[in-house]
């Protein structure tokens, strides 16, 4: 299996342990951290944009069905266009009205976050 490098494209041997797109050549492998960091920034407005993308094919694609709750077959695509009510829990009220409950019923776990932003200048 041939794989390519997610930065550089470059032709890589394939990594068993990272899916295909996640594939890193070694050149690349010792990039500094702030190289990582403008790689992520990137891939991050790339991801914006397919996102928005996604939305805009979805907008159209809803423009060209005859409406919610239908579901039919064009071009060999199925669509199946449902809007439905989503329940959910208010869990600021609840903490207000009950906060016993939610003091007995509350657990901790350790969670991993990592938040990389553009530090900013000295003036």
Not at 30 to 43: T, V
Not at 44 to 63: P, V
Not at 79 to 101: A, G, I, M, V
């Amino acid at each position: 299996m041939i794989a390519s490098c997610f930065l550089c494209g470059q032709v890589c041997e394939p990594d068993p342990s990272r899916v295909a797109a996640a594939q890193v050549c070694p050149d690349c492998s010792g990039r500094s951290i702030g190289q990582w960091a403008l790689a992520l920034e990137g891939l991050q407005d790339q991801a914006k944009i397919l996102d928005a993308q996604i939305e805009e094919c979805k907008r159209r694609i809803r423009l060209a069905l005859p409406g919610a709750g239908t579901k039919v077959v064009v071009e060999g695509w199925q669509f199946d266009w449902r809007q439905t009510n989503r329940d959910s829990f208010d869990t600021k009220r609840f903490s207000r009205e009950h906060p016993d409950l939610v003091a007995k019923y509350t657990a901790s776990k350790p969670v991993e976050s990592l938040h990389v932003t553009r530090a900013k200048e000295a003036p």
